[in-house]
């Protein structure tokens, strides 16, 4: 089993920035892709980006260039900083994990509010 643990979400105004983190423990060695996903009240939950143990990253298309995700496999950790919000970024901020691009593990969600 794999437990993640995210951190970093919380109220931001419009235009600011925000870094989240996942922590992982347990059976890491399974772990080779890291992600973010995001459920927003009412819609499905959606990819925002994903990070492989090499460094390799996809981001959903209509974040790049806001979205930057990067991966400290010493500290199997993974972060997601989050530029220029806007108030549809709002959400809750899933982290994932898994032997492959499908996650099989889930962290429990930090909400991240943006408003003014």
């Known amino acids: 089993q794999v437990q993640l643990v995210e951190s970093g979400g919380g109220l931001v105004q419009p235009g600011g920035s925000l870094r989240l983190s996942c922590a992982a423990s347990?059976?890491?060695?399974?772990?080779?892709?890291m992600g973010w996903y995001r459920q927003a009240p009412g819609k499905q939950r959606e990819l925002v980006a994903r990070?492989?143990?090499?460094?390799?990253?996809n981001y959903a298309d209509s974040l790049k260039g806001r979205f930057t995700t990067s991966r400290d496999n010493a500290k199997n950790t993974v972060f997601l900083q989050m530029n220029s919000l806007k108030p549809e970024d709002t959400a809750v901020y899933y982290c994932?994990?898994?032997?492959?691009?499908?996650?099989?593990?889930w962290g429990q969600g930090t909400q991240v509010t943006v408003s003014s």
């Open positions: 990070i492989t143990n090499g460094g390799f990253t």
């Open positions: 347990g059976s890491i060695f399974s772990i080779y892709v």
């Open positions: 994932s994990a898994g032997p492959s691009g499908v996650p099989a593990y």
